[in-house]
Structure formats: structure tokens, C-alpha cells
């Protein structure tokens, strides 16, 4: 049991996970942070490398698409902590192609690990913060959620999902003290991005108002905010950090 904050941060190792997890910590929060099972060797070494190791951050092998298995840790990591205050839904995968070239099988993986996901993880935790009469769930959407984005059907349809869900569970943890936002990132310096072909994430930046990539940063500045103290009048709300490249 800890008298902090904690705060458990999905899909932590990297790009953007990882900037939260940061930051997390120097604003004096407990991390739980997620990695997929069986990468306990890079989850060890990825904290050694961001200088995280020392630390109040402890690592969770967590399959967020394993509904059975999500359960049974998070019932039993809540035992053994206590408390959960934040949730940050951040774990999330591509599967770029166009529509007529997609499988199932790459809709499927991306509805289960961005969407379904948010069911499985965010139930016991939610039902926790309810009984605590506070909490603050934040959803990493995308901007393609917003706007839509050629080669992404599966991946905008499972961020847009997310908005749903965030304004729908707002309106029922409100009486509760749970404030539940999405923020939607634009293109942002990450693995995920950086992978983009060539060609195509130039014309991309050149359409983006402020001509760069997001720093993760930027993003997780914007996840901190919601978290904290000032972001406590907010819910059901999304907040974009996307460099003007979709205004509402
Ligand atoms: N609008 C209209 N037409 C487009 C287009 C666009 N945005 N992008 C490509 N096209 C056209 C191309 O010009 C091309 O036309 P022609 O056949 O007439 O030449 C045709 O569509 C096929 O394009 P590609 O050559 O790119 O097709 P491909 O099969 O090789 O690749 C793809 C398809 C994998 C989807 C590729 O276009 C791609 O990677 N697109 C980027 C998708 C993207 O933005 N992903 C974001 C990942 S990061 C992320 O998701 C984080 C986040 O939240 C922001």
C-alpha cells in the first residue's frame, strides 16, 4: 500500500508511454507501467536505458487484447496496491493498408489491443475508483479518429471508438468523482510514426499547419494536465495536441 498517487500507464515501454511514465514520476506519482508478456527482458532493459530503473515504477506483464487474463491481474495487482488513481489507456498498434487490401485479421488485431482493450482494462479499475470516489481515466485516441486517415480504416475506426467511450463513461463516473478525457495526438516523434515511409510522412508534415512532428513531450504534458489538479473540472472531453492538422 502507497500513500501516492498511482498511476498505471498501458503499453509504457516507448514513444509515447514512456514520456507519461516520465513524467509521471517527476510529479511525484507511483507508476505501474504495462508491457506484453514475455518481454520482461526488454521492459528491464527499457527502464536501464531511460534512467527509470531507480525509480518508483514498477513494470506489469499485461496483455490488454486477453480479456480473462487482463482480469486476473488487475484483480490482483488492485489487492496488492490498494488504489488506483489514473489510468492512462495508452496501448496501441497500427496495421496500415488500404481498405481493399486489408484482412480481418489486421482489423481484428487492431479493434482487440486499441478498442476492446479499453473495456477490459478500464472496468475493474474504473469499478475501483468509483468506491474510492475519485480517479481520472485518460484515453489515448489519435487525430486519425477524428479526421480519418487513408490506409487506416481499422485504426480510425478503433480511435473514434475511443471518443465514444470516453464521453459515454464520463457520463457515468461523473457522480462518482471520476473524470474520464481522451487525448487525441497528432503525428508525433515516435516509433509508430517514424516507420511511416518516407514519401509518405513528408507529404504528411507538409499538410500539418505547424510543419513538424509532435514531441512526446508535448503529448504527455497534455496527459499530466488532465491528470492533476487543474484538469479537475474536464470531462468527456478530447483534447487534440496536433500541431493544427485537424481543428474541430
Ligand atoms: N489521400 C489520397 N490518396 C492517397 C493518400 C491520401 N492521403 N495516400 C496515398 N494515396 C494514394 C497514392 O497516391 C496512390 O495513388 P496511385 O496508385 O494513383 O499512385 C495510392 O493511394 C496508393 O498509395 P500507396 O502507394 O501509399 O499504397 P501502398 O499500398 O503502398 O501503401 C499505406 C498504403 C500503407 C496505407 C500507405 O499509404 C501509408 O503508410 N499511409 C500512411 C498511413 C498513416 O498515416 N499511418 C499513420 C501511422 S502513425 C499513427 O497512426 C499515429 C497517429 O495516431 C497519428
Known amino acids: 500500500m502507497t500513500d501516492k498517487k498511482v498511476a498505471l500507464v498501458t503499453g509504457a515501454a516507448g514513444g509515447i508511454g514512456t514520456e507519461v511514465c516520465r513524467l509521471f514520476l517527476e510529479n ?75 484482412t480481418f485479421q489486421q482489423w481484428q488485431e487492431v479493434m482487440d489491443t486499441n478498442l476492446n ?17 475519485s480517479g481520472r481515466i485518460i484515453n489515448i485516441s489519435s487525430v486519425n479518429g477524428l479526421k480519418g486517415q487513408y490506409g487506416q480504416v481499422n485504426y480510425s475506426a478503433a480511435k473514434a471508438g475511443m471518443i465514444g467511450f470516453t464521453k459515454a463513461l464520463a457520463a457515468e463516473g461523473a457522480r462518482f468523482g471520476v473524470c474520464v478525457n481522451a487525448v487525441a495526438p497528432g503525428y508525433t516523434a515516435t516509433p509508430m510514426v517514424t516507420a511511416i515511409r518516407e514519401d509518405v510522412l513528408d507529404s504528411i508534415k507538409a499538410t500539418i499547419p505547424l510543419k513538424r512532428l509532435a514531441t512526446t513531450e508535448e503529448v504527455a504534458g497534455a496527459v499530466l494536465y488532465l491528470a492533476g489538479e487543474y484538469g479537475g473540472y474536464i470531462t468527456g472531453e478530447t483534447l487534440s495536441v496536433n500541431g493544427g492538422l485537424y481543428m474541430k
Not at 68 to 81: D, I, M
Not at 117 to 133: D, K, R, W, Y
Open 28 to 102: 511525484g506519482y507511483k507508476v505501474v507501467a504495462t508491457h506484453r508478456p514475455g518481454k520482461e527482458q526488454q521492459a528491464t532493459n527499457w527502464l536501464q536505458e531511460e534512467n527509470l530503473a531507480d525509480k518508483d515504477i514498477q513494470l506489469l506483464a499485461l496483455d490488454v487484447s486477453d480479456h480473462n487474463g487482463v482480469s486476473e491481474v488487475l484483480a490482483e495487482t488492485l489487492r496488492k496496491l490498494g488504489h488506483i488513481d489514473v489510468l492512462v489507456n495508452n496501448a496501441g498498434i497500427t496495421r496500415d493498408a488500404t481498405f481493399k487490401k486489408m
Open 117 to 133: 482493450s479499453l473495456f477490459s482494462v478500464t472496468q475493474p479499475i474504473f469499478n475501483q475508483m468509483c468506491e474510492q470516489g
